[in-house]
């Protein structure tokens, strides 16, 4: 039971190490097109919308509540707010408000109450839309997603010297333990008392 219970545990952290790994390549992706290019994104779910940009090195998180279902895709659409809502802490800035559209002139809208010609309206003449505005820094998700891996790595490169000097120290025939000479010896090491045979599954054959 403990072996199985030792070897599920080894490979949970495998596939958790497998996924920072490759969600920290898709992070910092991310980073990467925020600084070069200005790709957006946005889709309705259940009469919510929302949208994503990358922008100047930012995340900009937007979600307007009691969407109207239809396409607005391709318009310029500013957010009112009042300035004393904005809130800021650690980076991450917090926008509440209200989107604003600017009116244009489309007969595939005719039938949507969209008013045509100049000046903006707000939600198409019907109560102004709640919607909130959240912005961050693109490599706030490279930094989160790669703290399982650089865990790892931690641990790994403080292990790595006492690796090294056991590794020695097997090929010597000495304990791993304390480096006594071990190699007339059976049962333990004469000078710390660790058991040889647990040692010997350690050892590499001398060449």
């Not at 957010?79 to 926008?95: L, Q």
């Not at 509440?96 to 007969?107: A, M, R, T």
């Amino acid at each position: 039971m403990r072996k199985m219970l030792a070897l599920i545990f080894r490979w949970s952290i495998r596939l958790l190490l497998s996924l920072s790994f490759v969600l920290s390549i898709a992070a910092g992706a991310l980073w990467y097109a925020s600084h070069h290019s200005h790709p957006n994104c946005s889709f309705e779910l259940e009469k919510t919308l929302i949208e994503v940009q990358l922008r100047e090195g930012h995340i900009i998180y937007e979600r307007t509540l009691d969407w109207p279902g239809y396409s607005m895709l391709g318009m310029d659409k500013p957010m009112e707010f009042d300035p004393a809502d904005v809130k800021r802490s650690f980076g991450v800035t917090y926008i509440p408000g209200h989107p604003v559209f600017y009116q244009i002139y489309s007969p595939t809208l005719e039938g949507l109450g969209v008013v045509h010609g100049g000046g903006r309206i707000i939600s198409d003449g019907r109560s102004a839309l709640r919607a909130y505005k959240i912005i961050f820094p693109a490599w706030y998700p490279l930094a989160l997603l790669s703290i399982p891996l650089m865990v790892y790595l931690l641990i790994q490169g403080i292990k790595m010297p006492r690796r090294i000097v056991q590794s020695r120290r097997s090929k010597k025939g000495l304990c791993l333990n304390c480096g006594y000479d071990i190699r007339e010896s059976k049962d333990r090491c004469p000078e710390c008392g660790v058991p040889v045979p647990a040692q010997i599954n350690f050892r590499t054959p001398a060449r």
